[in-house]
């Protein structure tokens, strides 16, 4: 058997099975395989059968690395690289000295962005003009595990036999990164740096070495070892692909699975749509885990409807996966429908309303390239306390989240403590892991004005910068929400003039009535199943609440039912009754005085 590996095909030019039939061969793909009709050869070896798969064993690697999708500065860096290949070769052949190319090189970038196939692909390329030492194309493919041992002097013994194995040809090392351990006491990974630095300059003209992982981790890896960077000149960068790219990769690999579209131009819609809001970026894998999913929504519908169609996904499949989690119950008890059912606060929701209608109009305009986005969601909430500011903030970001404005269901809560550290230099980072946890999300900071106690509160006001620069950094990739007391807030806004700037949407809570501060009382009593007279509650409630002078709205009318509650459970205890829910007349006028 001749064969060729690629990252997803195995081509096979011609099959020998002499002792049984064609039809008794099983093959196994998977969703990135593809398999084409292929010539068996059961009565002469002599004899080649001309197929399709001799036509796609014929495409060179070149061929191959183009048809690829996306990679094009990669590619472009590869061709470069490949012309002074071709132009040495011209050079030696007149006599003359050729141009001195290290094809050692660094692969940078997000995973899933094809470093491993294009490794592949250009050691193929390079072998093909000649520009490897090796009679046959030989590439190894290594990660740490490979290279280092921890035993002493095993990590020499270990890596030299991998670089040996690859020799005249490709050594492919897998997140590199990892063999830098910083601080570790015992750094066997530094033993394996050096053992391949040390091999590269012994045997420069026999092996080509490609690092390659993450760009952070990589660019870190490459400071820490002067020699690396000397001796590896090449530095291709992966960038992720764009949401067109990874649709078409995506059909690509449907196509190849034998699945038809029902309406491909919805496919792309939201494949697009959901690329480009996913905070993951993990490129070909996210779609290839995409599609994963689809397939298994498209067989659960498949089964449970009895059909008989069993190729073609349709577009309930893509939406049920589309609107997965985002409504409860397969209904839709929206979170604008949750905050248009609390009581009070008339004002924030109809402002709530007109908010969330103008981000979802702006994002549809921006999918449309009608318009651009440059809406900022980051807010102020202004109110005492008991008002509904956090529950608001919560039920905001769901609804964003609903209507696909924001990219999670993800909303953290936050005060001074969480952001502000006791040394100096350590708040900003302290502020900044907050508020990247939140990425995608609602971050909601509880009486924000604590951030900034006086001029000479360095700590908050280090917050506050950092907070700043986050919101201008990630101002569509995060919705933050300060929140607190109105006269306080205000001396807070004060405190630095980039606050109102980048805070352009204050939502002002006002108190609840005594009548609205009843019916949440009895409310949350009624959903605990007590039972009392509601219109001596009513009474009660509303005249105490009215001379209390405690602007505390619902936190007030909470410990008033928490009081009650305690009255009625001593008077249950002293009867020795079994009626455990009945709040008397004389329990809600005897927690009346106690105010």
């Not at 860096?77 to 070769?89: S, T």
């Not at 094809?114 to 050691?123: F, S, Y």
């Not at 009650?564 to 249950?572: D, Q, T």
Request: hydrophobic residues 35%; proline residues 2%; contains cysteine.
């Amino acid at each position: 058997m001749r064969y060729l590996f690629s990252r997803h095909y195995l081509y096979v030019d011609e099959l020998l099975f002499p002792e049984g039939d064609k039809d008794e061969l099983i093959f196994a793909v998977d969703e990135t395989s593809c398999l084409r009709e292929l010539a068996v050869i059961n009565e002469s070896p002599e004899v080649v059968v001309g197929t399709e798969m001799e036509e796609v064993a014929k495409v060179s690697a070149w061929d191959q690395l183009n048809q690829l999708i996306g990679l094009t500065k990669v590619k472009k860096e590869i061709d470069k690289m490949l012309k002074v290949v071709q132009l040495n070769q011209q050079r030696v052949a007149k006599g003359l000295m050729p141009i001195n190319q290290s094809l050692h090189a660094v692969f940078m970038g997000n995973p899933g962005t094809g470093k491993t196939t294009v490794a592949r692909l250009m050691g193929q390329v390079l072998f093909e003009n000649g520009a490897l030492s090796g009679e046959t194309f030989n590439y190894v493919e290594v990660s740490e595990a490979d290279l280092v041992s921890n035993h002493v002097g095993e990590t020499v013994l270990k890596t030299t036999e991998r670089l040996e194995a690859a020799k005249g040809g490709i050594l492919f090392i897998d997140e590199a990164y990892t063999l830098n351990k910083k601080d570790s006491s015992v750094n066997f990974g530094q033993e394996a740096i050096d053992t391949i630095l040390k091999y590269m300059e012994d045997h420069r003209q026999e092996i080509v070495i490609i690092f390659a992982g993450y760009t952070k981790e990589m660019e870190e890896f490459l400071r820490t070892n002067p020699g690396l960077s000397s001796r590896v000149p090449n530095t291709f960068i992966f960038e992720d692909y764009t949401p067109e790219e990874i649709v078409t990769i995506g059909k690509r690999q449907l196509e190849e699975g034998q699945y038809d579209l029902e309406d491909e131009a919805y496919y792309e819609r939201n494949v697009a749509r959901l690329y480009q809001a996913s905070l993951d970026h993990s490129n070909a894998r996210w779609i290839r885990n995409f599609n994963e999913q689809l397939i298994k929504t498209f067989a659960f519908r498949i089964i449970e409807e009895g059909s008989e169609d069993v190729s073609t996904i349709k577009n309930v499949d893509i939406s049920s996966l589309v609107n997965k989690d985002k409504f409860e119950n397969g209904e839709k008890p929206d979170a604008l429908a949750e905050l248009n059912q609390m009581i009070g606060i008339q004002s924030v929701k109809d402002q709530v309303a007109r908010f969330v209608a103008l981000a979802e109009v702006n994002k549809r305009r921006e999918e449309q390239g009608t318009g651009n986005r440059h809406f900022t969601l980051h807010s102020l909430f202004l109110g005492n306390p008991g008002t509904g500011k956090t529950t608001v903030a919560r039920l905001l970001g769901k609804a964003f989240y609903q209507k696909d404005i924001i990219k999670a269901d993800k909303f953290i809560e936050v005060s001074r403590s969480d952001l502000v550290a006791g040394y100096s230099g350590q708040t900003a980072i302290k502020t900044r892991e907050v508020l990247m946890s939140g990425l995608g999300g609602l971050v909601f900071i509880d009486e924000a004005y604590s951030l900034y106690k006086s001029e000479n509160d360095t700590f908050g006001l280090e917050a506050i910068d950092e907070i700043l620069k986050f919101m201008e950094d990630y101002r569509e990739e995060i919705v933050i929400i300060l929140a607190g007391y109105n006269d306080e807030m205000n001396r807070f806004l004060r405190a630095n003039s980039g606050l109102l700037s980048r805070i352009p949407n204050h939502f002002q809570f006002e108190d609840y009535t005594p009548e609205e501060i009843t019916q949440i009382g009895m409310m949350k009593l009624l959903k605990d199943q007590y039972v009392f007279d509601t219109e001596q509650y009513r009474q009660v409630v509303a005249r105490t609440y009215q001379r209390s002078n405690d602007f505390s709205n619902g936190r007030w009318v909470r410990n008033f039912n928490e009081r009650l509650i305690g009255i009625a459970s001593s008077r249950i205890a002293n009867e020795g009754t079994n009626d455990l829910f009945t709040i008397t007349v004389d329990d809600i006028y005897a927690t009346g005085k106690e105010y």
